[in-house]
């Protein structure tokens, strides 16, 4: 047959009436490279293309050569496209797997400028040039030539197919779930398995990443309990879907197997539609925690290695077989069937029922079982035992095969289809992803499962019980097993009787004399001279063949591949398979798209976002926010007219400095403590005393690590005798309450003290400023007093407000100002915002946000998270005077280290700008004036700084080299990043009120 | 990985924080070496293969401090308890003796 026939065949052609289990009454359309095909729903669009004749649907990886469709499921190497267009589009789907739907857009990948003439396929020429190791050894030198020339030229001509360019428009989900008794796979073992486990009334969850259950039954013509098999696979689905508590999880694939009996899968819910139906997600990822599993993964079929063996027309047999029964598809007219193994000699009376032609089975064995033997004369095919297909001719597809017979003659037989069949290979990946080794099985020449994870059985092909009988007999004692293991009572396991058949093999990994290449990886065009070249320079060991010669390491994680490879390396170190051993299979079986593993985890919603109690009055306010850990907070309130963020900042500094400005800060952290040893507790985990504050008063305290590190600072109020509530910095509250929850029950166990976190039950508002006590007088109830007198700076206490509501009332000062905070229950936080704003009209007050507290909290010289950094002590931040010598605390003893307290460490100290214009940023390294400007002369660095309308100009604090013994001292602050370097006056760190008396008023 | 919380039962991974060994004991500052018992409280840690008796936070739960028992190469959890109880849990001894 000539090439350009294939193209001009009428529409479904190679389609088989009468065959097949799809539904063929309707016809949907399809485009593949542009031009419009004809389908039926049901097909794969590999089977839809084999259909329709198109042979041709991908150009390799690395030699550009043309190739067709390998297999028929997920294990495919070659038939790659890119499926849907735009925002859609998706890289390297595998044409086997792909569900037709109409209006479906294909196009082949890896080529230019189009399929059939492919400039890049020169590469075949220069394939002694391209050979294993090529990049390794040819892009040496000169090493600049790698990213300018190389990597370049290299990225174009590589490469499969292009991700889409826009974000995807669709959403994913996450599902946890837990059942008795998972079943991996949906094909005869599966089923049985999951039917036997139902029968014992266990809760079950099967798993099958085809749109059916069935598996082999639906591609095979097999009969079980006298039914044929796809009418069995058709009646236990539907059984399997009508009984409670079994969940049948179709287009789901298990893709690993993790610690605690946890399995993850991917449901593809919408991949078969065009767009995902409203509401629905494009893919499902779910957690199974399953106490018991029965992996029934089935096993794939090894291709054949010889001479030109990627031809497109080169296909597996179970593969041509599924096409055919499954489908109603024949993959061509002409074919020659090549085997090692009994399994594939149905292959021959499925071709021929389907209408073609068998010109030849070929089987390397020379010797035939009797009953093989008899199934081959009555198919009266023309059976070459002993002989080898050598090589396939052809260009963009096959036209015919070259066949050595034993005795050494040649022959060359025309042909379009070439059904190879190599052996069958136990899927044990998730049986290993636990790091089980597995176990060489002669009988079968293939691997299977040998120490398992716990809770799982394997059944069927997985465990290299390849008939169908022992598929069925194994799922349906094993599902009775783990339902009974589940805690399920005992039941028998039915049985199901079967056609006999054969199935005995003679392992071939790779036909002697060839010509031509001869493919063991399809997807990373790996040949066996490349395996032979790895041996030779060294790269014996598995791991090594595989990264030197990129073996297994494309999509299909060399499904198809792995085994032929390092049996072909076991000849050639003159050992055995077992002794060569295999690589380590990981998760993910199948890939795994990485917006599902987001789920819906992206954009805005990658993180939670908690809202403050004035949310919704702040945003009607036209505020502006920003990000504290997962708080949304106000950074400035913008009035009309305001030119930019810092003039605003400034007015909002200017009239809390001034009159009075009001802050939400509920998002700082408020953890309970009450218990008769709290004081005993708040000593150990403090550093400075506490023993004697009094009820009603509330002091500023620090925490160490235990190495001596500043954890957290905060003021804690002494609510009773035995109850505190302490206030922790908005980043660390969750961290801070984790260790003050280790010290109490790990440490001191038997101290009589209890926590609550209760950040989310209060709204507090700072009030502060000088107009403060007059606001705070407009809503506190009038039986209280609030004066000076009665209510002192660091004052705590309980009162009403606005008639009658209970509040807690401190006078604390972040601001450097006469301040108090209020607290209510959360859910009056709106309501007080807004009576605090009315209240505040007649003082000209305003709001602030973040950005003016963080301009007062530096002008007064109070420590933030990028003092607070993790490598600061409280000596290094001037602190080291609250430290108490008369008691033991957290970071005590480590934080006393002689190092530590060395003089020379960078400490805390203000700094101010020699020139007023200058600008101070955070960053900014310290030197000594005159020093080079070089790593070696660093002193230190910027950490926090503002610009203080007050002052007129930037002031800064930082981590100076000796730092408090060099107040008066210029230093230079270098900052390279922004390109500034310029001097300023080494000062003390409280530019504003130093000595507190706008703080008591 | 599931961890068994004494108080929530079998929990996800997710919802607890690893800390490290559990054998420690925070020395007497009083001690004359307690510079030197303290680095090796803060620093030193032996990272054994095989058994390990470790803590773990249920912090998206009840808050509990944990003592697990696990096989660091497999990651099976032997035996759970709270860490205010203080030691194993009758069977880890045994459990222990195994590994």
């Known amino acids: 047959m000539s090439e350009r026939d294939a193209s001009k065949e009428a529409s479904q052609s190679f389609r088989v009436p009468g065959m097949g289990s799809i539904d063929t009454t309707r016809t949907i359309t399809f485009t593949f490279d542009g031009r419009i095909y004809e389908g039926h729903p049901g097909d794969t669009l590999a089977s839809a293309l084999l259909a329709n004749g198109v042979r041709l649907v991908g150009r390799s990886f690395k030699y550009h050569r043309p190739r067709g469709i390998l297999s028929a499921g997920s294990e495919e190497p070659n038939a790659l496209v890119e499926l849907r267009t735009g925002n859609r589009r998706e890289p390297n789907t595998k044409a086997t797997t792909v569900e037709l739907y109409d209006g479906l857009e294909a196009s082949s990948q890896n080529r230019w400028p189009s399929l059939a003439f492919d400039v890049l396929s020169i590469n075949q020429l220069a394939g002694s040039v391209l050979s294993a190791g090529f990049y390794y050894k040819t892009f040496m030198w000169p090493a600049a030539f790698w990213e300018k020339l190389y990597e370049p030229v290299i990225r174009r001509a590589a490469g499969l197919g292009r991700a889409a360019s826009e974000a995807d428009p669709d959403s994913y989900d996450k599902v946890t779930a837990h059942c008795d008794v998972l079943v991996i796979g949906g094909g005869p073992a599966g089923l049985a398995a999951a039917l036997s486990a139902a029968s014992a009334g266990a809760r079950v969850i099967i798993a099958d990443e085809n749109p059916e259950l069935g598996g082999r039954c639906l591609a095979e013509k097999r009969t079980i309990d006298e039914m044929p098999s796809a009418v069995w696979a058709k009646h236990a689905q539907e059984k399997l879907r009508s009984t409670n508590e079994v969940r049948v999880l179709t287009r789901t694939t298990v893709f690993g197997v993790y610690d605690g009996r946890t399995y993850g899968a991917l449901e593809r819910v919408s991949d078969h539609l065009p767009v995902p139906p409203q509401h629905q997600p494009r893919q499902r990822l779910w957690r199974i925690i399953a106490k018991r599993v029965v992996l029934a993964s089935g096993a794939t079929e090894r291709p054949m290695v010889f001479g030109e063996n990627d031809r497109p027309g080169v296909m597996l047999a179970g593969a041509v077989r599924t096409y055919i029964n499954r489908f109603g598809v024949v993959p061509g007219r002409h074919a020659a069937v090549f085997a090692n193994n009994d ?426 400023g000088p107009k403060s006590r007059d606001l705070l007088r407009k809503i506190v109830d009038s039986e209280f007093d609030i004066s000076d007198a009665a209510f002192p700076y660091m004052a705590a206490g309980e009162v009403a407000i606005c008639g009658g509501l209970k509040a807690r009332l401190f006078r604390l000062s972040f601001s450097g100002e006469r301040a108090y905070e209020i607290a209510v229950p959360s859910r009056y936080g709106d309501a007080l915002i807004r009576r605090l704003m009315t209240a505040t009209e007649e003082f000209d007050g305003t709001a602030y946000g973040t950005e003016a507290m963080g301009v007062m909290r530096i002008e007064k010289g109070h420590l933030g998270a990028a003092e607070m950094n993790g490598t600061t002590t409280a000596y290094d931040l001037g602190l080291g005077r609250m430290m108490s010598d008369r008691k033991d605390f957290i970071g005590r003893t480590l934080g006393s280290r002689s190092g530590l307290m060395d003089p020379d460490r960078p400490r805390l100290v203000g700094l101010r700008p020699i020139n007023p214009k200058h600008k101070i940023s955070a960053g900014a390294h310290l030197l000594p004036q005159k020093a080079h400007r070089t790593a070696a002369n660093d002193e230190g660095h910027v950490t926090s700084a503002a610009f203080s309308p007050i002052l007129g100009h930037t002031i800064a604090l930082g981590l100076l080299k000796r730092g408090p013994e060099r107040v008066g001292e210029i230093v230079g602050v270098c900052d390279p990043v922004r390109g500034r370097d310029i001097l300023a006056k080494v000062v003390s760190p409280e530019f504003f009120d130093p000595s507190g008396e706008k703080l008591r008023g | 990985m599931r961890i068994n919380c004494p108080c929530c039962g079998e929990r996800s991974l997710d919802e607890f924080v690893y800390y490290g060994d559990a054998d420690l004991r925070r020395p007497d500052p009083q001690d004359e070496e307690a510079g030197a018992k303290f680095i090796a409280y803060v620093y030193e840690r032996t990272n054994p293969s095989g058994f390990h008796r470790e803590l773990w936070y249920h912090g998206l739960g009840c808050r509990t401090w944990i003592v697990a028992e696990r096989d660091t190469r497999t990651h099976e959890i032997y035996a759970t308890c709270r860490a205010v109880d203080g030691g194993a849990p009758e069977g880890a001894a045994a459990d222990r003796e195994r590994s």
């Open chain 1, 343 to 768: 399994d594939a000699i149905t292959t021959i009376a499925d071709i021929q029922r389907a209408g073609a032609e068998v010109v030849a089975y070929v089987d390397s064995r020379k010797e035939l079982s009797p009953a093989v033997l008899a199934v081959l004369s009555e198919a009266g095919v023309d059976a070459i035992l002993g002989g080898h297909v050598e090589s396939t001719t052809g260009t963009r597809h096959i036209t015919g095969a070259t066949v050595r017979t034993a005795d050494g003659e040649i022959r060359n037989l025309p042909c379009d289809l070439i059904a190879m069949s190599g052996g069958w290979n136990p899927n044990l990946q998730l049986a290993t992803h636990l790091n089980a080794r597995p176990h060489w099985n002669e009988t079968i020449a293939a691997f299977v499962p040998s120490a398992l994870p716990p809770g799982m059985a394997v059944a069927g092909a997985a465990n290299g019980l390849l008939t169908l009988a022992e598929a069925l007999a194994s799922g349906a004692q094993l599902g009775i097993e783990a339902a009974h293991e589940a805690g399920r009572p005992a039941v028998e396991a039915r049985s199901y009787s079967t056609t006999p058949e054969a199935s005995s093999i003679a392992p071939l990994w790779r036909v002697p004399e060839t010509k031509g290449k001869a493919f063991v990886d399809f997807q990373h065009d790996v040949t066996t001279d490349d395996v032979v070249l790895a041996h030779r320079e060294g790269f014996a060991a598995v791991e090594h063949l595989k990264r030197y010669t990129t073996l297994g390491m494309g999509t299909d994680q060399g499904k198809t591949s792995n085994v032929n490879a390092l049996a072909i390396m076991a000849a050639l170190t003159e050992s055995t398979i077992p002794a060569v051993g295999t690589t380590t299979a990981r998760p993910p079986y199948t890939p795994v798209a990485i917006g599902a593993l987001g789920g819906a985890h992206r954009g805005r919603d990658f993180k939670p976002e908690r809202l403050p109690p004035s949310y919704k009055w702040a945003r009607e306010q036209g505020a502006v926010f920003t990000q504290a850990g997962l708080w949304l907070r106000p950074q400035y309130f913008p009035r009309p007219g305001e030119r930019d963020w810092q003039e605003t900042v400034f007015r909002e500094v200017d009239t809390t400095r001034n009159a009075v400005g009001i802050c939400d800060v509920s998002t700082l952290g408020k953890i309970d403590v009450q218990g008769r040893d709290a004081i005993k507790f708040l000593e150990s985990i403090y550093i400075n005393n506490w023993g004697s504050l009094a009820v009603g008063r509330a002091r500023y305290g620090v925490m160490l690590r235990e190495d001596g590190m500043v954890l957290d600072d905060g003021t804690t109020a002494r609510l009773g005798e035995h109850h505190f509530l302490m206030t922790t910095t908005t980043g660390n509250a969750a961290k801070v309450l984790q260790h003050l929850e280790f010290c109490r029950q790990c440490l001191w166990p038997d101290l009589d003290v209890q926590l609550a976190p209760v950040t989310d039950q209060w709204a507090q508002f700072s009030m502060a």
